[in-house]
């Protein structure tokens, strides 16, 4: 373990200096074909009527994926865009619009700080001492899960995270309207976040008039958007594979890494069905409403049978608030969350080798501006990975986990004597360090000319 003689009360300014580099490196470089649909989407809510939207979009050639009420975000916030747009004709699928996908990077840069703002006043609002809730914001800010589906993905699942943070924060404050409205937005932009809606639903009401209101009320947005555009707009039903799939894939079920087991319903029926039976006292509630949220969704996201590296953005603010509410093991549940956090990156580097090529650096990413493109044009990251390593990853993913879990389960009475004590600084840089060597990884690929030694995939 790392010398724990090397504390600070709260995060230095060359703490913050080092997370910026490794954001601004992000930030510029890495701009995967995502951001380009949902850019051009989101700019299309200018150009056509909510009725037709998803048919325009799949007669543009780029078909939009998600629910309507997200593509009003990205058009506000691409705005701009659309007006310089018009105004200089320089349309955003050319190639010199680089300045046009920085803006709408921008957008998850924005949503990813204010969410780190969120988990602060969260930990605050729990009862968390002050340098505390700004290590807690700190390391969340900093995970290996936020960084790369974030800033190096540069995917929008932090909108609905955002919200359902929003939502969390009501419930604590007994606001109940609020909360049921921040859900029913972050709902309406991911259905998934009804997976985190559901258990925190029967956990505070065990009316079951009360429970069906409260369920309609927070899947609201969600069932207007979509009856709407499914009744007249004729390509939303053509858009929506992402949707079939994914209820596919929770009846099938399966373990991330491993062979479909078809658990997935039981083990979230069971959660369920705990939430509901758990009555939670004044002094408990603040915790379960942390915990029972990050059970479900790692309960979903190990073993649906769908691998979307990206989603674990979810988890990661729910797992560093947990960890500041169970601070006597924090430097055990950081070791676990570190080591959990790394071997699904990788695995993610190994089976999501498509978005990770270097594609996506020669595409629109700061270094072809500097260096040239590079010859490496379809190499993916895997590539300097050993062949037979990428079997290690998902029992990282899931020993650590299982045992983060466990341990912070509330009212447990497991102690780890040997971790026990205040945050060691180093190991927080050390997880930085991390996602900087995944970085790193991404980037030798880009430079290097030699042969490659990791996993082979067709081209």
Not at 67 to 93: E, H, M, R, T
Not at 129 to 154: N, T
Not at 356 to 365: D, R, Y
Request: net charge positive; charged share 10%; with cysteine.
């Amino acid at each position: 373990m790392f010398n724990q003689k090397n504390l600070t009360p709260q995060p230095k300014l060359v703490d913050w200096c080092l997370y910026g580099i490794v954001v601004l490196v992000c930030y510029f470089s890495f701009f995967y074909s995502d951001i380009s649909y949902t850019l051009i989407n989101g700019l299309n809510i200018w150009n056509t009527t909510p009725f037709n939207f998803y048919q325009y979009n799949i007669d543009m050639g780029k078909p939009a994926g998600y629910p309507y009420p997200i593509y009003i975000v990205f058009g506000i916030w691409n705005f701009p865009v659309w007006l310089i747009a018009k105004i200089s004709g320089v349309p955003v699928q050319a190639g010199e619009t680089y300045m046009y996908f920085l803006w709408a990077k921008l957008m998850i840069v924005s949503a990813v700080l204010y969410s780190g703002r969120l988990v602060y006043l969260l930990c605050k609002e729990m009862d968390i001492l002050e340098d505390s809730a700004k290590w807690c914001s700190f390391i969340y800010l900093s995970s290996i899960s936020v960084i790369m589906p974030a800033f190096v993905i540069s995917q929008y699942d932090i909108l609905t995270t955002v919200f359902f943070l929003l939502g969390i924060r009501a419930l604590n404050k007994n606001n109940i309207k609020m909360f049921l409205l921040w859900f029913a937005i972050s709902i309406s932009m991911k259905m998934f976040s009804f997976l985190i809606f559901l258990p925190l639903v029967l956990l505070i009401e065990k009316k079951l008039d009360k429970i069906i209101k409260y369920l309609l009320l927070g899947l609201s947005i969600f069932l207007v958007s979509t009856i709407l555009s499914s009744v007249f707009d004729s390509g939303f039903s053509k858009s929506q594979g992402l949707t079939s799939m994914l209820f596919e894939a929770i009846f099938s079920g399966g373990i991330v890494g491993f062979a479909d087991f078809g658990i997935l319903p039981i083990l979230y029926s069971f959660i369920c069905l705990f939430s509901l039976i758990k009555i939670p006292s004044d002094d408990d509630k603040k915790l379960w409403i942390i915990w029972i949220p990050m059970l479900s969704f790692t309960v979903f996201y190990t073993f649906l049978d769908l691998f979307h590296y990206y989603w674990m953005i979810v988890i990661a603010p729910l797992a560093c608030i947990t960890m500041f509410q169970n601070k006597s093991k924090i430097n055990f549940l950081l070791w676990c969350n570190t080591l959990a956090e790394f071997g699904l990156a990788l695995h993610a580097m190994v089976t999501l080798f498509w978005v990770f090529e270097i594609t996506w650096i020669n595409n629109l990413g700061l270094f072809p501006k500097i260096f040239g493109i590079s010859n490496q044009v379809y190499t993916q990251a895997a590539y300097i990975i050993p062949k037979g390593m990428e079997y290690i990853f998902p029992n990282l993913w899931m020993v650590f986990t299982l045992l983060f879990i466990i341990t912070t389960c509330p009212k447990n009475k497991i102690t780890i004597p040997t971790f026990e004590g205040e945050l060691s600084r180093p190991l927080v840089l050390f997880r930085l360090f991390l996602s900087a060597l995944l970085i790193g990884i991404y980037l030798f690929c880009y430079f290097y000319t030699g042969p490659f030694i990791g996993p082979q995939f067709p081209q």
